[in-house]
Structures are given as structure tokens and as C-alpha cells.
């Protein structure tokens, strides 16, 4: 069986089961935190990241396997899929503000995305693929609450602002990348196939109007992850 780009229509029967199912265990394991001790949140969230490490080189050695591996395919580029590879090691080496403030910001927020707009990409039909894609976008928006909730990780007053010009520095290395090697990673040489709002008009004009929503969405985040109600 080969390969095909896999989407699940919002608000479809499957699509509720999907994001109730990933949301309820994310709801519990927050829960498992806040009566945790420290070290016993450190080990859970270790563990959630071993589990990403797995999951992401299981996939990676699957499809190199099955021969459906490539460059322009495969590389951890999209924003979701850097936002996995933070994900996997940032417990594992010294505290990085950098990393962790684009974690919070672009694990949750395209996480989200994927939650409500899933794409599988290079879908083979197999369980596996389909746990994968949302253990690891459910994966990269838990672990930054997590650890922002109760591993003492900080947001400061401009980091959605610095977030915004890494994720600019990221696409000027994407875009040009793309069109070298024949690729869409971050979805900047087309839109992906899905029913997206967030999608207006034809490259590059959607690129432009994305701009404009990744300000709004982290400063957004930013505001609501600050309130001392939390």
C-alpha cells in the first residue's frame, strides 16, 4: 500500500472521537500533575517525552523501511514537527528559555491546528500512523503546559514577540528550502488540503494573511496562559 495525505473532515464522527479521546487524557494527565510531587511530575513528563522519541523514530524507521522516506517529505520541518523534535529532548538538557518559549507557543498553537484541521501526511493506513499523528500533536501541546504549570517554566512579558520572529527566522530558511528540493514543509510553497478558514487566497497572499494571525494567536496565548487565575 503506498502513501496518501489523510484528512479527517472537522467535526466529523471521527474527528470528535479523536479530539474528546486526546483532550480527556490530556485534561487527566494535568490533573496527575497538580497532586503530583516534583520529581514525580519531572519523571511523568520525562516519560511523555520518551514516548515522543519512540513514537518519531518508530515512523521515521517505518517509512525508511517501506521505502516511503524521502527529503522533501520527511524532515522534521513542519512547525508541528519542530515543535515534536523540542519536545523530545528539552528535559534532557540544560534549561533553554529559547526553546522552551517556542515550544509553549508553537506546540500549542499548531497543535491545536492539527487538532482541528488533521492532515496525516504520508498515511499508510495503518493504526500505528494514525496514533502517531496525534499522540505527537496532543504530545507538543501538553508537555509546555505541563511544564509552564508545574515544572517552573516562565514566560516573560515579550516572549510571544520573540516567538513571532523566531518562527519568521524558521521561514526564511523553509521557503527557499522548499522550492530547492521540491518540498511544502510549513505549507509555504501551497496550502495543505484542508477546510481551513485561516486559509485566504493563493500563494503567497495566504503567507501574508498568516503573519497578521501568528501575532494575534500568540499574543493571545501569551494573555490567557498569564492570567494569575491560573
Not at 513571532?164 to 524558521?170: A, K, Q, S, T
Request: aromatic content about 18%; some cysteine; hydrophobic content about 50%.
Amino acid at each position: 500500500m503506498g502513501t496518501e495525505n489523510y484528512v479527517i473532515e472537522f467535526f466529523s464522527n471521527e474527528w470528535i472521537i479523536n479530539t474528546s479521546v486526546s483532550l480527556v487524557i490530556i485534561i487527566i494527565l494535568l490533573l496527575i500533575g497538580r497532586i503530583s510531587s516534583y520529581n514525580q511530575r519531572l519523571n511523568l513528563a520525562k516519560a511523555i517525552a520518551v514516548l515522543l522519541i519512540i513514537s518519531t523514530l518508530t515512523e521515521h524507521s517505518r517509512n525508511i523501511i517501506n521505502g516511503y522516506w524521502n527529503i522533501s517529505e520527511n524532515l522534521p520541518l513542519h512547525l508541528c514537527g519542530i515543535s515534536n523534535l523540542i519536545a523530545c529532548f528539552i528535559l534532557f538538557t540544560k534549561r533553554n528559555k529559547v526553546l522552551f518559549e517556542f515550544l509553549f507557543y508553537a506546540g500549542i498553537i499548531g497543535g491545536i491546528q492539527a487538532f482541528l484541521t488533521p492532515q496525516i501526511n504520508n498515511f499508510d493506513g495503518s493504526f500505528f500512523e494514525y496514533f502517531s499523528y496525534h499522540f505527537s500533536h496532543g504530545g507538543i501541546i501538553f508537555l509546555p503546559i505541563f511544564m509552564y504549570l508545574y515544572l517552573n517554566y516562565e514566560l516573560t512579558k515579550f516572549s510571544w514577540l520573540r516567538v513571532v520572529l523566531y518562527l519568521n527566522m524558521v521561514l526564511a530558511f523553509v521557503m527557499p528550502l522548499n522550492f530547492q528540493i521540491d518540498s511544502n514543509y510549513m505549507y509555504l510553497a501551497y496550502p495543505p488540503n484542508v477546510n481551513n478558514p485561516l486559509i485566504l487566497g493563493e500563494w503567497p497572499y495566504y503567507i501574508l494573511y498568516w503573519e497578521f494571525i501568528i501575532v494575534i494567536f500568540t499574543y493571545t496565548t501569551y494573555v490567557i496562559s498569564t492570567r494569575k487565575s491560573l
